[in-house]
Nanobody, 127 residues
Framework: QVQLAESGGGLVQAGGSLRLSCLAS????????VGWFRRAPGNEREFVAS??????????NYGDSVKGRFTISRDNAKNTVYLQMNSLKPEDTAVYSC??????????????????WGQGTQVTVSS
């Protein structure tokens, strides 16, 4: 069974960049669709980005609020999926979590298709 651990969060000024990492253990991360989601205080969980399993892509999807600013990628050798976040805005402040899902679901945006979640990492963007 795969386990996920996020890292790379922190405090950054508006306009800055951060790169989040989602390190998998137990199974190859390339065997899964992987999604990034975020939740700000008082808000519902929001889809950020996803990448399909290796054999079916790679295909990617992005939430409308991050298109053109965020990029999801995978390094199979490091068993890690990254989320590069550029041009950060205060409204990007949230806890970011990665999740692994069925390899048959493509780069799905639906959180119900993800079965394994990391613990999350806090991203805070100051104005």
């Amino acid at each position: 069974q795969v386990q996920l651990a996020e890292s790379g969060g922190g405090l950054v000024q508006a306009g800055g960049s951060l790169r989040l990492s989602c390190l998998a253990s137990g199974r190859p991360i390339s065997s899964y669709a992987v999604g990034w989601f975020r939740r700000a205080p008082g808000n519902e969980r929001e889809f950020v980005a996803s990448i399909s399993a290796r054999w079916s892509g790679p295909n990617t999807n992005y939430g409308d609020s991050v298109k053109g600013r965020f990029t999801i990628s995978r390094d199979n050798a490091k068993n890690t999926v990254y989320l590069q976040m550029n041009s950060l805005k205060p409204e990007d402040t949230a806890v970011y979590s990665c999740a692994a899902g069925s390899p048959f679901s493509g780069a799905t945006m639906n959180e119900d298709n993800y079965h394994t979640w990391g613990q999350g990492t806090q991203v805070t963007v100051s104005s």
